[in-house]
C-alpha cells in the first residue's frame, strides 16, 4: 500500500498546484491547494486499489488532461497562459496515448513474427494425445465435489491442463462462491485433478489450504496481492494455477509491456505466488521453474495470434486490401486458443487460420505456440491441398449426429499417417464424452470414431487405406523381424494398390501395402517369409519390409 499512498500523494500535489489559481488570495489559495490535493489523493488511492491499475505515471494521462483543461479555466492572465500550453502538451500526450493502436501495426507483427514450416511431424501412433476435453473434465469434478469439506462454501474455479510426473493432468482450484464464504472460511480447502488422456479416470480432491486466492477479498485478493508487491509491472491474462511435482500449488501471471505509449503486449515473463503463504516472486521467461508448463498466458498467446494475422502488412491492410489477412480461429478452449502437449512433453497452444471473407471454411495455415517462451512456429500446410478449418471440422460433427444433437469440441489438427487430421472429442448436450471423431483436413469424406483416441486411429489407418491415400506413420515403436509360414492371407484392392493381411505361425497378424512391398501380391498360404515390422501392439501389426522365399530371390 506504500507505494500507492506514494504516486497519489504525490499526483495529489502536482493536480492541486496545477488546478487551483496561484494568483488568488493566499489564505484561499493554501486552504484550495489543501482542499485538492486531500481530494485527489483520496480519489486516486481508492481507484489504484479497486483497480488494481498499474502504477506507472503513464496511467494517469486522462488525469493530466482533465487537471490541465480546469486549471486553465480556472485560472487568469499569464498563469491562464501558462496553464493553457500545460493543457495543449497533454493534448499531445493524449494523442500519442489514442494513436499508438493505429501507429504501432508493424511494431505488433514484429513481436508476433513466427517462424514458418509447412506441416507438423507425424503423431506417434503408440502415444495418447491429451484429448479429454475440458468441459467433459469439469463436469467429472464437479460431481466429485462432495469430497471438498464445507462444501456450500466453495465452487469449482479455472481448469489448466499440466503435465505432472510425466502425465497430463487437468488442475482446478477450489474457489469461494462470495464474500460471505470467503469471510467465514478464509482459506480454500486444496484443488482437483484429473487425467487429460484417459477419460475413464475419476477426479481426486488433493488437500492444499490456499489463502491468497482469485475469489479471496480485499489484501488477500490474489491479483491485488501481486499487484501491491509488483506495483509497476504490465500484467496481462487471468492467474493460473500450476503444481509442481509433490503435487504443491502455485499461482502464477504473465507481465510483460507495452508495444508503445500503453498499447499492445510482449510477454517477458512470471509472478508467481504461494498461494499459502503469500510469498511471491517474479522470473523473466528464460528462468521460469521447470514445473511451469503455461508461462505465458494464453490470453496473450491469442493476442499475439491476432498480431500475427491482421498486420502482416501494416494497419491500413487489416480494414481495408486485407492482402495475405487471415483471422485466428475462436474455437479454442482457453482465450479462444487450445493448450495442447507435444510428443517432447512440452505443451503448445493449439490455433488453427482463416480467410477473413465471408462464408469460406477453408483453412490458411495454423500455429503452435511454446506455452514457456512464448516461441511461436507457424504451419502453412501443405500449399498444393485445400484443408478445412476447424469449424468445418465442427460442422461435419454436428451433421453427422444431427439427430442426437451431439456436438464436437477443441478441435485439434494432427499429422496421422502423414494425413493433416482433425481429432475432436464429441460431447452429448449435457456435456459428457460420447466418442472422438477424426477426419482428413484435406479429404472430409474420409472420417472415423471410436471410444478412445487410440481405438479412432485405428480405425482411421483402414480409413485412409480404403481412401488411397498412402500410409506414412512416424510411430516409435520397436522395429523387430521375424521368419514363419504364411497360415492365412487376405488381399484387398485400395485405390491403385493392393492390401494384404495375412496370419504367420506365430498366431501375429500383419499388413502391407503393395505401394511398398510389390511382390506381396503373390503372397500365398504356405509360403516361407522373412518380414520387418513395427511392434505398435495393434491387432494388425505394419509391415515395412517382407521377402517371400522362393519368388524375392529369383
Do not use: C
Not at 496561484?22 to 485538492?36: H, P, W
Not at 486522462?62 to 490541465?68: D, E, F, H, K, S
Not at 511461436?376 to 500449399?383: E, K, S
Amino acid at each position: 500500500m506504500a507505494f500507492v499512498f506514494i504516486i497519489s500523494a504525490v499526483a495529489a500535489v502536482v493536480t492541486a498546484l496545477i488546478v487551483v489559481p496561484l494568483t488568488a488570495k493566499r489564505k484561499n489559495m493554501v486552504s484550495s491547494l489543501i482542499g485538492v490535493a486531500i481530494l485527489t489523493f483520496i480519489l486516486l488511492a481508492t481507484v489504484y486499489y479497486l483497480t488494481n491499475l498499474d502504477r506507472n505515471w503513464t496511467a494517469l494521462w486522462p488525469w493530466l488532461v482533465l487537471a490541465t483543461l480546469t486549471g486553465m479555466i480556472l485560472s487568469r492572465g499569464i498563469e491562464q497562459k501558462a496553464k493553457g500550453v500545460l493543457f495543449l502538451t497533454s493534448l499531445i500526450v493524449a494523442g500519442y496515448m489514442l494513436f499508438a493502436p493505429f501507429g504501432n501495426a508493424d511494431e505488433k507483427f514484429e513481436v508476433a513474427k513466427m517462424d514458418e514450416k509447412v506441416e507438423i511431424e507425424a503423431f506417434d501412433e503408440t502415444k495418447t494425445p491429451a484429448s479429454v476435453p475440458p468441459q467433459f473434465a469439469r463436469n467429472k469434478m464437479k460431481k466429485a465435489f462432495g469430497q471438498v469439506p464445507n462444501t456450500s462454501y466453495y465452487e469449482l474455479g479455472n481448469l489448466q491442463i499440466q503435465k505432472v510426473n510425466d502425465e497430463y493432468v487437468y488442475i482446478a482450484p477450489v474457489e469461494f462462491s462470495g464474500l460471505f464464504k470467503w469471510w467465514n472460511g478464509d482459506v480454500t480447502p486444496g484443488y482437483f485433478t484429473m487425467s487429460a488422456t484417459d477419460s475413464s479416470d475419476n477426479p481426486e480432491f488433493i488437500e492444499a489450504e490456499m489463502t491468497y486466492t482469485p475469489s479471496s477479498f480485499f489484501h488477500k485478493n490474489l491479483e491485488r496481492h501481486m499487484r501491491m508487491k509488483h506495483p509497476t509491472k504490465i500484467f496481462y491474462g487471468d492467474v493460473q494455477l500450476e503444481i509442481d511435482e509433490d503435487g504443491k500449488p502455485y499461482y502464477i501471471r504473465s507481465y510483460g509491456k507495452f508495444i508503445s505509449a500503453r498499447n499492445g503486449f510482449d510477454a517477458e515473463g512470471i509472478v508467481v505466488v504461494d498461494p499459502a503463504t503469500g510469498q511471491t516472486d517474479s522470473y523473466a521467461l528464460a528462468d521460469v521453474p521447470a514445473f511451469i508448463d503455461g508461462a505465458v498466458s494464453p490470453e496473450t498467446v491469442s493476442l499475439q495470434n491476432s498480431y500475427y494475422g491482421k498486420y502482416i502488412h501494416g494497419f491500413m491492410n487489416s480494414l481495408f486490401g486485407k492482402k495475405d489477412v487471415k483471422l485466428p480461429s475462436d474455437e479454442g478452449t482457453e482465450a479462444n486458443v487450445s493448450p495442447i502437449f507435444g510428443e517432447d512433453g512440452k505443451m503448445y497452444y493449439f490455433t488453427d487460420f482463416t480467410s477473413p471473407k465471408e462464408g469460406v471454411d477453408s483453412m490458411l495455415g495454423y500455429s503452435l505456440t511454446d506455452g514457456r517462451t512464448g516461441k511461436a512456429t507457424y504451419y502453412t500446410g501443405n500449399l498444393e491441398d485445400s484443408y478445412m478449418d476447424s469449424q468445418g471440422a465442427l460442422q461435419i460433427i454436428e451433421k453427422k449426429f444431427i439427430e442426437k444433437k451431439w456436438e464436437g469440441e477443441m478441435p485439434v489438427l494432427y499429422n496421422f499417417y502423414g494425413e493433416a487430421s482433425w481429432l475432436t472429442p464429441v460431447l452429448d448436450s449435457n456435456g459428457f464424452l460420447q466418442n472422438y471423431f477424426i477426419v482428413s483436413a484435406a479429404n472430409p469424406e474420409i472420417s472415423v470414431y471410436g471410444n478412445t483416441p487410440n481405438e479412432a486411429l485405428k480405425l482411421y489407418k483402414t480409413a485412409i487405406q480404403r481412401g488411397g491415400s498412402t500410409v506414412d506413420g512416424s510411430s516409435k515403436a520397436e522395429e523387430k523381424s521375424v521368419t514363419g509360414s504364411v497360415v492365412r492371407v487376405f488381399k484387398e484392392r485400395v485405390g491403385d494398390f493392393t492390401q494384404i493381411s495375412f496370419l504367420l505361425d506365430n498366431k501375429e497378424n500383419y499388413i502391407v501395402s503393395s505401394e511398398i512391398a510389390p511382390l506381396a501380391v503373390y503372397m500365398a498360404e504356405g509360403d516361407i517369409v522373412q518380414v520387418t515390422y513395427l511392434n505398435t501392439g495393434e491387432l494388425f501389426l505394419p509391415v515395412k519390409e517382407v521377402t517371400i522365399r522362393g519368388i524375392e530371390n529369383k
